[in-house]
């Protein structure tokens, strides 16, 4: 077990367990929290999944924990792991069972005061042509040749169907398609898990959120992304549903016996991993990019039923309702990046687990749009609070992979927050503060109530402080959907 005791604060915001902790910890491992943040952390055990993934072959750096933290499968959700090629390992336990969950932040033009009036059907339109639910299924059911397209391409599938934009393209992480992926290493139920979810919201956390932007705290930033106080936007947060659940299922079974093949020793048999160089660990490297384009294009399908319910609820009511899309970034997945390890650039697998990727201004691959003020960071918080807009720094280049937060972070299970929290009165309470509520399921809003997760704003606060993510802008919400 990790105590309080066995930390060393390197600063204010930054706690550290050294590699001498543990005979097996290969690094050092790292947490980003200020004193009550870590104090939560204590409370699960997550930060002894950190410091168990301190002791992965090929780990370089250190073992990196986000304030968002919480206890996840094998790594911590908020975790971040970068293994060197070519025989560092990859695990799908830092990647997690939804590959690419991410966010999506859309903007328009409109300012709240001209769609306060129709909050109501335009929820009630998104709810309506955005599917959601644990196994729901949508419009769109793909024959293989069909979802073979959408595993390789990505979002690019939705363009050449009319579905997607080149600027939407432009500005999502890796232009909506990671290259490498191939169809062929996922499995036949994966393929029937997928075949009729794309354009589908899922449940748990997963949501549409119509939000204002409430506050701005870096005008050039805010500006380039036609953020302005009381400007409506709207979030997608959702990644590759059934079928990147059913990709990491299969894997994690599939390594169980590598681990006993190539000798690696582990604390938890839930970190069961490859070396990336191996035929299994290639395997699972171009069905994870599968899935991860699976779920680019889920939300890219997802904004053009949103810009459907727009046109729906304002047209001939609210003047210049376009919707256009601002950034599109993942918090599940595994990457392929160059980074500066002791000096030397060094090829690594970067996993990030509940965290973000936030490269900083100039990084290669980012939009012209943004090269010059960093890549847009989506900090979704819990349900009925704050979000966030941020942007990615040299500080986070330095010290954590080019990686930051990715939400608020639980506090509460599931289960107990159904066992605390009764939905009907969460719902009346949101919508008596004049939020839109639409909700396939009362226990499902029981879970994601606002009591259950940590206070998003002060972990803002640690990683703008900390330096490893920039503060832009602050959204709240006015309509939300949920499974």
Known sequence: MVSRSDFKRVNDYIFEVPRSFRADMRVPARFYADDSLLSNALEDKSLEQLVNTATLPGIVGYALAMPDIHQGYGFPIGGVVATALPDGVISPGGVGYDINCGVRL?????????????????????????????????????????????????????????LATEADLERTEEGGRIAGADASKVSPRARERGRDQIGTLGAGNHFIEVDVVDEVFDEQAADRMGLSPGRVVAQIHCGSRGFGHQVCSDYVKRFHGSVRQYGIQLPDRELVCAPLSSPEGQDYLAAMRAAANYAFCNRQVLTHLIRRSFEEALSGRAPNYHVYQIYDIAHNMAKIEEHEVDGRRMQLCVHRKGATRAFGPGAPGLPGVYRDIGQPVLVPGSMGTASWVLVGTEGSMRQTFGSTCHGAGRMMSRRQAKREVHGGELRQRLEAEGIRVRAGSLAGLAEEAPVAYKDVDRVIEVVHNAGIARKVARIVPLAVVKG
């Open 106 to 162: 859309l903007g328009t033009h409109l300012d709240v005061h001209e769609v306060e009036p129709y909050l109501d059907d335009l929820a009630t339109a998104l709810q309506r042509n955005c599917p959601s639910g644990v196994g729901q299924g949508g419009e769109f059911r793909l024959s293989n040749a069909e979802l073979d397209g959408v595993l390789e391409d990505g979002a690019r599938w939705a363009l050449k169907k009319g």
